[in-house]
């Protein structure tokens, strides 16, 4: 399975905003911006909103095939993901990637969850191409 996108820049990169557009229409010409990558205040998305709503997305689906396999049932699973851009003498550099995860198993065994949430950390394949990133799981679990 391969997933593409496409993003644009017309003029100046400093003055005016790029546009990025996923293949499945989902979004089509968001804009992005310097501004709001480094300044916020800014309309639009930046590449780091987008890994974090990519990495979010990747470790709830590893915690929950996670779970399946181990025979438990997931009531709910909610991730959030906290990606941090940081200006650098080399240029910007993503440093970490903080994932906030509620988990809602009712009857399973709470240190089993944890178990399994520290592995899908590991074993996403988001988690896995963020190899050189700082990654660290705050886990919430309701049993």
């Excluded at 987008?50 to 590893?62: F, N, P």
């Excluded at 990637?97 to 996403?124: F, N, Y």
């Amino acid at each position: 399975m391969k997933s593409t996108a496409t993003a644009r820049w017309d003029g100046s990169v400093k003055d005016s905003p790029g546009k990025v557009t996923v293949a499945s229409g989902l979004f089509k010409n968001a804009p992005y911006s310097l501004k709001a990558r480094f300044e916020g205040g800014a309309p639009g998305t930046t590449p780091e909103e987008l890994i974090a709503a990519a990495h979010a997305a990747c470790y709830t689906m590893a915690l929950g095939v996670g779970l399946m396999k181990a025979g438990l049932t997931s009531k709910s699973i909610e991730t959030s993901a906290e990606v941090e851009v940081v200006m650098g003498d080399k240029g910007a550099d993503i440093t970490t990637s903080a994932l906030h995860c509620k988990v809602e198993a009712p009857g399973a065994d709470r240190e089993k969850v944890r178990v399994i949430a520290e592995g899908a950390k590991t074993g996403c394949p988001v988690s896995k191409a963020l190899a050189g990133v700082k990654i660290t799981l705050a886990l919430d679990v309701k049993v």
